[in-house]
């Protein structure tokens, strides 16, 4: 369960037009644009009123297939969240650290790279790398929206914060590893309905300690 393979891609629901935005959620300062084409991200992003921070997932088909519109969405986006495959698709480079690099060339000056159970580096736009290791779970059962979760809570530590500095978005990140660490443990939408802030504060200061030497 380390490795992503696409079997089939079935677009359904990512066919769809985007959601129209209520007009008393179009001042959000921190969005996050899920997976879907890169032009309806785009449409998602244009209802907005001068976002503060906006970060954007993709994947592979849309790097495949959708490369020009792709390319269009991260000259306006603050950060770009993918994993390491994908990073590697997107840049033909196979180091993550010149991926890195190369993506944010791209636009986006915030590049984070997932590694499944080898954990995450980010490039800020200072230029400064961040490597975090995975939290250690030993009771995987479904990986399942381990990255929507991890940027579910990346984003909403940032937006409790306020702001997306180098300090807080690499708290953010641990919050995001240990928030996706809980929600492998139980399958579909189990472990992510039960989760608690307490437990994840608990998971994020063993994370540190583990951490220490």
């Given at each position: 369960m380390s490795q992503a393979l696409t079997d089939a891609v079935q677009l359904n629901v990512l066919a769809e037009r985007?959601?129209?935005?209520?007009e008393h959620f179009r001042d959000s300062e921190f969005v996050f644009l899920a997976n879907t084409h890169p032009s309806l991200q785009i449409q998602l992003l244009d209802q907005l009123k001068g976002p503060k921070f906006v970060a954007a997932d993709t994947m592979n088909c849309w790097i495949e297939n959708q490369a020009e519109d792709l390319k269009k969405l991260m000259g306006r986006i603050d950060a770009l969240i993918l994993n390491d495959g994908e990073a590697k698709m997107l840049t033909k480079i196979d180091h993550l650290a010149?991926?890195?690099?190369?993506?944010?060339k791209m636009g986006p000056k915030i590049i984070i790279i997932k590694k499944g159970s080898h954990g995450v580096i980010s490039l800020d736009k200072n230029g400064n790398f961040f490597s975090l290791p995975a939290y250690p779970t030993t009771n995987v059962k479904d990986p399942t929206g381990a990255g929507d979760a991890f940027a579910g809570a990346l984003m909403g530590?940032?937006?409790?914060?306020g702001k997306p500095d180098?300090?807080?978005?690499?708290?953010?990140?641990a919050y995001g590893t240990v928030t996706?660490?809980?929600?492998?443990e139980g399958?579909?939408?189990?472990?992510v309905a039960s989760v608690s802030r307490s437990a994840i504060d608990a998971?994020?200061?063993?994370?540190?300690?583990?951490?220490e030497f």
């Open positions: 985007p959601p129209i935005v209520p010149p991926a890195a690099q190369e993506l944010q530590y940032l937006a409790s914060a180098t300090g807080y978005l690499r708290t953010a990140i996706a660490s809980l929600v492998i399958f579909s939408l189990s472990a998971r994020l200061d063993q994370l540190r300690k583990m951490m």
